[in-house]
């Protein structure tokens, strides 16, 4: 899916992106609405999180829920969920891709989320957004914690990696494969690691969407970008030392993606109530277009006094 309605201004180098996607990771759902820990507000948070992705673009491509979408696997937590995502991304003309995570119950997903038979089956699937390739993987396994792709999961997608997409291929998955500097998560990280390089090294693979760590972070694997969502019901206080780093409520965030031809951006979006500044506006951007590059440089690149 393009930029759609969004506003579309040249100042510089790089044209506009070619795709623009919402990663959103962690909302940890409860049924009837509980409180996840006895405090913290999940649902709340996620229905700020909704308002902010609406504001952010009017069309995105695609709403990417990378894992934890129920804390528990709850049928009810999936109907709860469901039930706040699919308007707001029926306003926006975007599909929501629901992802699989280690808190998640395949069998409640399954028949919540995606309307399928109540199985133990990997939860996955292959989206064509206007020619850029999303694959959503199911690192969870059934009773653990920890990450995990098996043989037929790899199987699977070196088939459909075999064919590259007109704008290239992203992966979605809970678990990342990325090192984290808290040791509680090496313990839950994903298993068959070089198993995925191998299948996805040299492949039209661009990027890998992430969640788990209820923090941002990023790296590469097998030469491949990888970008972590925080989480949208609490995240991890990593201002403290890596041994003594717990949840607090705060640090709310999603992801923006902009796609262009040569590179992948992934912007954190904060959920926070905060005052913002009235310098930039869309009637700022349209005097700006009015102008020359030469003029426009003069107007605001050029210092006072030289």
């Known amino acids: 899916m393009s930029a759609g309605n969004a506003p579309s201004y040249v100042f510089g180098r790089h044209r506009p992106a070619s795709h623009v996607l919402i990663h959103v990771s962690d909302p940890h759902f409860?049924?009837?609405?509980?409180?996840?820990?006895?405090?913290?507000?999940?649902?709340?948070?996620?229905?700020?999180?909704?308002?902010?992705?609406?504001?952010?673009?009017p069309h995105p491509a695609a709403i990417v829920i990378t894992g934890d979408l129920a804390d528990l696997g709850e049928p009810d937590a999936y109907r709860r969920l469901r039930a706040a995502v699919e308007p707001v991304a029926e306003e926006l003309g975007a599909p929501v891709v629901w992802v699989a995570g280690n808190h998640d119950e395949r069998p409640a997903l399954r028949a919540e989320l995606w309307d399928l038979a109540p199985t133990e089956e990997p939860v996955t699937g292959v989206w064509d957004l206007d020619g850029l390739r999303l694959v959503a993987l199911d690192t969870s396994v059934p009773g653990w914690h920890h990450g995990d792709l098996d043989d037929g999961q790899l199987t699977w997608l070196a088939g459909i990696l075999s064919e590259p997409a007109p704008h290239g291929t992203l992966l979605a998955m809970h678990h990342p494969p990325l090192p984290s500097h808290l040791p509680l998560f090496d313990i839950l990280e994903l298993r068959h690691q070089d198993e995925l390089a191998e299948v996805i090294r040299g492949t039209d693979?661009?990027?890998?969407?992430?969640?788990h760590l209820h923090y941002s972070s990023n790296g590469t694997f097998a030469g491949v970008p990888v970008s972590v969502a925080s989480a949208t019901c609490y995240t991890m206080n990593v201002a403290r030392p890596s041994a003594e780093v717990n949840g607090m409520d705060a640090a709310q965030a999603f992801q923006l993606v902009h796609v262009y031809p040569d590179t992948i951006t992934h912007t954190v979006v904060p959920v926070v109530d905060a005052p913002t500044g009235d310098f930039f506006s869309e009637e700022w951007l349209e005097r700006m277009a009015m102008l020359?590059?030469?003029a426009r440089l003069e107007a605001f690149s050029r210092k006072p006094g030289r």
Do not use: K, Q
Request: proline share 3%; charged share 20%; aromatic share 6%.
């Open 292 to 294: 020359t590059p030469e």
């Open 205 to 211: 693979v661009r990027g890998i969407l992430a969640g």
């Open 30 to 57: 409860l049924a009837g609405g509980a409180l996840l820990g006895g405090h913290y507000d999940v649902e709340e948070n996620f229905s700020r999180t909704l308002e902010a992705i609406r504001a952010v673009h």
